[in-house]
């Protein structure tokens, strides 16, 4: 059981090339959220998903889409990646109860230089 | 709006005293709320959660931490530190019920330890 898992780990961009982020999960969970971490920030959420084939904005979406064409994966592009998206990425997963708030799983992170 | 405030950016102590780590909530509901933490390069791990069950919540490694809704605040603490708790930790509030475990993060506080 790896849970949550992110590929690559790093990586560096020009300003205007373009990259996608993997994230996949293998604990069934229905919902899936990319977040972004900048220092003194906290983590702030870029998109989510709460089912195959859904996604939607989360707080800071612009420069961003995403897909999730399987259940257990979360792709996060950058179209013309800009300095600002400097940051540390990290993808997220929970198990949907409907009832309670649950906890949600995190990748390891990818650190992403835009130059 | 839901908003989660950590009091202290860096908190050092020394190893085998106690740590309290300061978080404060406003929400206009009865949030659940979670504390993770961050070791360096490495992704967020659930520490302990508040789902409005017993005020006082144990988490691993030691650490608990006490919801108190008159003060709005879901504090920390450990009675003797440990050179590994070293890491980011980050006080996390629920937001308005969504369609998703939609929650809020604090900016984080860096705990360091000393010898």
């Known amino acids: 059981n790896a849970g949550v898992t992110q590929t690559p780990k790093f990586r560096v961009l020009k300003t205007g090339q373009s990259m996608t982020l993997l994230c996949a999960q293998d604990?069934?969970?229905?919902?899936m959220y990319w977040y972004r971490q900048d220092p003194g920030m906290g983590l702030r959420l870029i998109h989510y998903s709460v089912g195959e084939g859904t996604t939607a904005k989360g707080e800071v979406p612009d420069g961003y889409n995403v897909s999730r064409l399987k259940k257990q994966n979360f792709l996060l592009g950058l179209e013309s990646a800009a300095p600002s998206q400097t940051s540390v990425y990290f993808c997220a997963s929970s198990l949907r109860t409907g009832i309670i708030y649950n906890e949600q799983f995190f990748g390891p992170g990818t650190r992403l230089t835009v130059l | 709006a839901q908003s989660v405030t950590q009091l202290d950016s860096h908190v050092s102590v020394s190893e085998g005293t106690p740590v309290l780590l300061r978080c404060n909530y406003s929400?206009?509901?009865?949030?659940?709320l979670f504390w993770y933490v961050q070791h360096p390069n490495k992704g967020l791990q659930l520490l302990l959660k508040?789902?409005?069950?017993?005020?006082l919540v144990k988490g691993i490694n030691g650490f608990e931490a006490e919801f108190k809704k008159s003060e709005t605040s879901f504090h920390l603490t450990k009675p003797s530190a440990h050179m590994s708790d070293a890491a980011e930790y980050f006080c996390v509030v629920s937001d308005i019920q969504t369609s998703y475990d939609k929650v809020i993060f604090g900016p984080g506080t860096s705990l360091s330890v000393i010898p």
């Open positions: 604990m069934n969970h229905e919902y």
């Open positions: 508040y789902t409005s069950a017993a005020t």
């Open positions: 929400s206009s509901y009865s949030p659940s």
